[in-house]
């Protein structure tokens, strides 16, 4: 899935290994874990972290912006280090389970594009919950009881847009989508929107449990839609023999993907006629011998 790190054990090892920096924020972030974990003051883990990002001017290219962004972030994570309840481990997900009460709403929806669009959305709404549960545990009220579990996806920016859109298979990114457009597209009563600063979208169709109708495990680009969609119509979609890739099938018993087909038949005729040009050439000596003893 685009935009969103669902493992930041293997994000860390990138970053101190390979020194690949997929998204700057976030990489602070894991910094820190790190230095926090390997028991930094928090005068030691400042300058580690100011130097990580000196250190990385093509990815922080305005030094002074992000030393801010860091500051706040350090200064976040010791107020939770004294209140006892900084987490320092790195987030894993490993699945996500999707409710039949959720599909059911979702399906209510008008058009398959509607329908694929809500159900990537409640994907990330998913993670996000996860992942915010998991660094700062559940929400409690003034009383110290559990608060209702919110689903939101948030900083809704283009690439956000872009992203969901590119996972839902949906055609309309050229058309430049905008937070208002899919705010429309989806029922009101699914979905409330907050528009300001951070163009927030809270799903209302999410629900805390419930009848599990699948589990996602593979979170790889593009394959999360292929589990709600085969879900909702398991003869018309399978997998690939040859690539392992997930599409709509054309035929009943098509085994093979568009690409993996078309590169299939081309060897299966090579083959062929090399067989081919075998038999001949087998053919050819004994045709020779047999002229020779009629001589
Ligand atoms: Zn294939």
Known sequence: ??????????????????????????AIELMMKYYIQKGLDRDDLEEEIFNFI??????????????????????????????????????????????KEEIETINCLETDEL??????????????TMKREFKIGRQIDEKGNLKDREYWISNLDTDCITAIFTEAGSKRLALEPRMKELVEIIKHDMIEPRCGKNNNLKLLYVKDEGEV???????????????????????????????????????????????????????????EAKQKEKTKQKAKPALLKGKGKRK
Not at 115 to 128: D, G, P, S, W
Not at 233 to 253: H, I, L, V
Request: glycine share 2%; aromatic share 16%; net charge positive.
């Open 54 to 99: 000196n250190s990385h001017e093509d990815v922080y290219s305005n030094y002074d912006w992000w030393s801010e962004f860091a500051s706040k972030k350090i200064n976040k994570a010791f107020s939770l280090i004294d209140n006892g309840t900084y987490n320092a481990n790195l987030f894993t997900l490993d699945k996500v389970e999707v409710y």
């Open 115 to 128: 329908r694929n669009l809500a159900f990537i959305m409640l994907v990330y709404a998913k993670i996000n």
């Open 1 to 26: 899935m685009r935009k969103v790190n669902l493992n930041e054990k293997e994000a860390l090892e990138n970053i101190l290994t390979n020194n690949v920096i997929e998204s700057p924020a976030e």
């Open 213 to 271: 109708a699948f589990t996602i495990k593979d979170f790889s680009d593009d394959t999360v839609i292929f589990n709600y969609l085969l879900y909702c119509y398991p003869n018309a979609y399978t997998k690939c023999e040859k690539c392992g890739k997930y599409f709509k099938k054309q035929k009943k018993n098509q085994m093979y993907c568009f690409s993996c087909g078309h590169t299939k038949q081309l060897t299966d005729r090579q083959l």
